[in-house]
DNA sequence: GTCTATACTTTGATAGAC
DNA sequence: GTCTATCAAAGTATAGAC
């Protein structure tokens, strides 16, 4: 049975997609609903404040990300596959969902952050975490370098999370190609030998 | 003799700052006004529009960037040397820069880039070309395993252009240990064995 | 749930005096 | 070069009928 788009939903996959193609505050609540056919007014019936609609967009962004991260940390298998089974995830992920992610990413940077955003920074920084802890089991057990878990994390989410940047699904690279290949590059660049 | 700065220069400095905190869109010409002590409407003695300021922002980074990326890629020196020198002065030139180059990367994404992006996101191409073809010089001289130029300059531009969500003066780390960490990852990663 | 109508605020930008 | 005064447009959000 397929489960029909409600009009939250649909609220939800609209917005995204116009704040990725004009940015968040580029776009008006009167794009929107003029994008679902409704009058600005109704979307209020959905949601408290357009902020609300961001926030709902990137913790649901949040969530899979953390979701699929943590599979992946919590798994028996040694650093090294870790690693590079978070890279080929992380990669995934993102370009499966390029609307949700490039907006979150875009929009998680700003400092106005206030209160609103404690949220998704905690998630932010609880991924991270775990990026981190994958490279410190590592070196550990010696087979990865003695880098800075923070430095060499950094490193890894700059390389996969600028993807949102330049990645479309009708380029010629196929996301499990650039994902081995990356997966391939950091590793060997932290690698004992 | 120490040049004083001109109102002008103080104008594009301002709103850099204020655009990286805020985010362009959400910083409005008053905000540019009053942390500059002068009216609103003065501002316009020295630019046309809003749009313009953020023109004359990116051009001015880009040129910084597109010098340093130049004078690393014409210089002598065997390819593994030229892509160290190019991490370690790009990473310097976004730390030391962080306002311009945070506001710059930031909007060059959107698409509504229409006709007056054109212009930075050209001098952007001609950058990446650069990278592009340090890589490619290191793999006809097997000294850099067959990777695609394309693939692995993204990698390592989005590893180097995410610092500068995340860095800060402040921090412990020295920009130089940063990017020679970074370098020496990049380099063990692509390089062949 | 969706509509009409509208309140209220903020925005980028201009005209013209000094 | 900087000011005062002002505009027209666009923005978010609410009230209340259906």
Chains 1, 2 share one sequence.
């Not at 997609?17 to 609903?33: H, N, P, Q, V």
């Not at 609609?53 to 992946?72: D, F, H, P, Q, Y």
Request: aromatic share 8%.
């Amino acid at each position: 049975m397929v489960q029909k788009e409600g009009t939250k939903e649909q609220l939800l996959r609209v917005s995204a997609e116009l704040f990725r193609k004009k940015g968040y505050r580029a776009t008006s609540m009167r794009d929107i609903s003029r994008a679902l056919g409704i009058k600005t007014s109704s979307i209020y019936y959905y949601i408290n404040s357009k902020e609300d609609l961001l926030r709902e967009i990137s913790v649901k962004t949040m969530n899979m990300l953390i979701k699929a991260g943590e599979k992946v940390a919590f798994s028996p298998s040694p650093p090294e596959q870790k690693l590079k089974q978070l890279v080929i995830s992380h990669v995934r992920l993102l370009c499966e969902n390029l609307d949700l992610f490039t907006v979150t990413l875009h929009e998680l940077t700003r400092t106005n952050a206030s209160s609103f955003w404690k949220e998704i920074v905690g998630m932010r920084d609880r991924y991270e975490t775990l990026v981190r802890g994958i490279i410190r089991n590592g070196k550990e057990s010696g087979v990865f370098r003695n880098v800075s878990e923070k430095m060499a994390g950094f490193a890894l989410l700059g390389m996969l999370n600028w993807i949102v940047r330049w990645y479309s699904p009708s380029g010629g690279k196929s996301i499990e190609d650039i994902a081995r290949l990356w997966a391939d590059i950091f590793l060997n660049g932290i690698k004992e030998r």
